[in-house]
C-alpha cells in the first residue's frame, strides 16, 4: 500500500515557539491531504483540507492563522503551529489520498506536540 | 448523536479467542474503513470496504450495505493485536470517525 511519512515524530518546545510538521507521501501523487488533531483517548477531529496547489480549507473553530498549511507539492504537505501555547499540545496526524488510489486515505504515523 | 458508532468501547480477551467488533453508521457512504491505532499512536488502514467481505490475515471485516453495519473480527487473537481499532466512513466529501474499541488481549 502507499506510505505517508511524518516529521518529526515527537516534538517538545517552549511556549510561544512555532514548531512545523512535515507529511510526505513517499510513492504516490497525494492531491490532497488531511490534517487531524486527537486528544487522549478520543477519536480523530479533521482540523484541515488541503489540495495542492490551493489554500487548505480549514474545519469550523480551528483557527487557520493559528495552524499555518502548506501543501506545496504533489508529495508534501506542512502544519505549523504558531506561537504554541500547552493547549495545543496533542497529537498530530496527517492522511493523504491519491491519484489511482481511490477514496482511499493513508494515514500517517503521527506527530506528538508537547509545548511546556 | 455520533455519525458512526462502534461497540463494545473495550475489550479484553484471552490470547486465541475470537474478537468481534462491531460498527453502525447513519450517513449515506462511498466506503468504510477499518483502521488501527498501536498505543504509539501511529495508525495503519487495515481495510476499505464498500461491499462485501474482505481477509488479510487472521483479519475479516464485512459490511451490509442495507443495515448500515459493519464488522471486523479478528481470529486467533494475540497480544500484539493490542490497539485501539477505529471505523471511519467517507461519504466522498467527508470523513466520519467512530470513537475507536481499544482492544487488550491477554497471554
Known amino acids: 500500500g502507499a506510505v505517508v511519512s511524518q516529521h518529526p515524530s515527537w516534538v517538545i518546545c517552549k511556549s510561544g515557539t512555532s514548531v512545523k510538521i512535515e507529511c510526505r507521501s513517499l510513492?504516490?501523487?497525494?492531491?490532497?491531504m488531511f490534517w487531524y488533531r486527537q486528544f487522549p483517548k478520543q477519536s480523530l477531529m479533521l482540523m484541515a483540507t488541503?489540495?495542492?496547489?490551493?489554500?487548505?480549507?480549514?474545519e469550523q473553530g480551528v483557527e487557520k492563522d493559528k495552524f499555518l498549511i502548506n501543501h506545496a507539492s504533489l508529495t508534501l504537505s506542512t502544519l505549523t503551529v504558531t506561537s504554541a501555547h500547552p493547549e495545543d499540545s496533542s497529537f498530530y496526524i496527517c492522511?493523504?489520498?491519491?491519484?489511482?488510489?481511490?477514496?482511499?486515505?493513508?494515514f500517517g504515523p503521527g506527530t506528538r506536540l508537547t509545548v511546556l | 448523536k455520533n455519525e458512526v458508532e462502534q461497540s463494545p468501547q473495550n475489550l479484553t480477551a484471552q490470547e486465541g479467542e475470537f474478537i468481534t467488533i462491531n460498527c453502525s453508521y447513519s450517513?449515506?457512504?462511498?466506503?468504510l474503513h477499518w483502521l488501527q491505532q498501536h498505543p504509539g499512536g501511529g495508525i495503519v488502514s487495515l481495510f476499505m470496504?464498500?461491499?462485501g467481505k474482505k481477509k488479510h490475515g487472521r483479519l475479516i471485516a464485512t459490511i451490509n450495505i442495507q443495515e448500515k453495519h459493519s464488522s471486523l473480527h479478528i481470529t486467533a487473537s494475540h497480544p500484539r493485536d493490542s490497539a485501539v481499532y477505529i471505523c471511519?466512513?467517507?461519504?466522498?466529501?467527508?470523513?466520519?470517525f467512530g470513537t475507536g474499541t481499544s482492544l487488550t488481549v491477554i497471554p
Open positions: 492522511s493523504a489520498r491519491g491519484l489511482g488510489h481511490s477514496n482511499e486515505q493513508f
Open positions: 510513492d504516490f501523487q497525494a492531491t490532497t
Open positions: 488541503s489540495n495542492e496547489g490551493s489554500k487548505a480549507t480549514y
Open positions: 450517513v449515506g457512504i462511498s466506503a
Open positions: 470496504l464498500s461491499s
Open positions: 471511519a466512513v467517507s461519504t466522498g466529501n467527508q470523513f466520519y
